[in-house]
């Protein structure tokens, strides 16, 4: 039985301004650091079989942690990168809100791609999805930690499972350094195990940050 841990990142100064991310490389703050650290011993006593991480440095520096632990190589794959958020990265949820109003109305309603060049939902969901299926195939009856973006994680995780938007919207953020716990099996395939695991933390901010 082939598991996949799915963890978010630790906090970073933009996460913490609420100020858009996507794929812009910030880095983790002393906060996220000491998160990572904390969460590394847990999933360490999973018996991970190998470490993959987006090439983000608030990611990679996450899956160092673990890495320190259990001497296990972090290799990347850009295809775990969250979302792309066009002309809102670098800015602060409340300017996005000001200078893109019907964007962000349908951003917030659910519209999987609302404009202002933001990545559509379904295009992130296949890239991610991609990028874990290759995980999984590369340590088959393994565990692998996967090192990823809040974003992208739930749209990831939703494809490879198959959900509907509707559905999926209703799956709470993870919390920074969380996981969500997914195994499969030749008979029933891809299976949800556990989700937003991890030490008690205050509650996850918007993803998109």
Not at 49 to 66: K, M, N, P
Not at 96 to 105: D, G, N, T, W
């Amino acid at each position: 039985m082939t598991r996949l841990i799915v963890w978010r990142h630790g906090n970073t100064d933009w996460n913490a301004a609420n100020r858009v991310q996507g794929q812009t490389d910030v880095p983790l703050n002393d906060l996220g650091r000491d998160q990572a650290r904390a969460a590394a011993p847990l999933l360490a006593s999973l018996r991970p079989d190998a470490i993959v991480s987006s090439d983000l440095s608030r990611a990679a520096d996450t899956a160092g942690a673990l890495a320190a632990l259990t001497g296990l190589p972090v290799r990347t794959d850009a295809r775990l990168r969250e979302r792309h958020f066009g002309q809102w990265q670098g800015l602060h949820l409340t300017e996005v809100a000001e200078r893109f109003p019907a964007e962000y109305a349908r951003w917030r309603a659910g519209d999987p791609a609302p404009g202002a060049d933001l990545e559509p939902l379904h295009d992130l969901g296949e890239r991610v999805a991609a990028a874990l299926l290759a995980a999984a195939d590369a340590t088959p009856g393994g565990t692998v930690v996967i090192a990823t973006h809040g974003g992208g994680s739930r749209q990831g995780i939703g494809h490879l499972l198959g959900w509907p938007a509707d559905v999926l919207r209703t799956i709470g953020s993870l919390a920074n350094c969380h996981w969500t716990e997914l195994q499969h099996d030749d008979v029933r395939g891809w299976q949800l195990r556990g989700h937003n695991v991890g030490l008690v933390t205050a509650p996850a901010v918007v993803d998109a940050v």
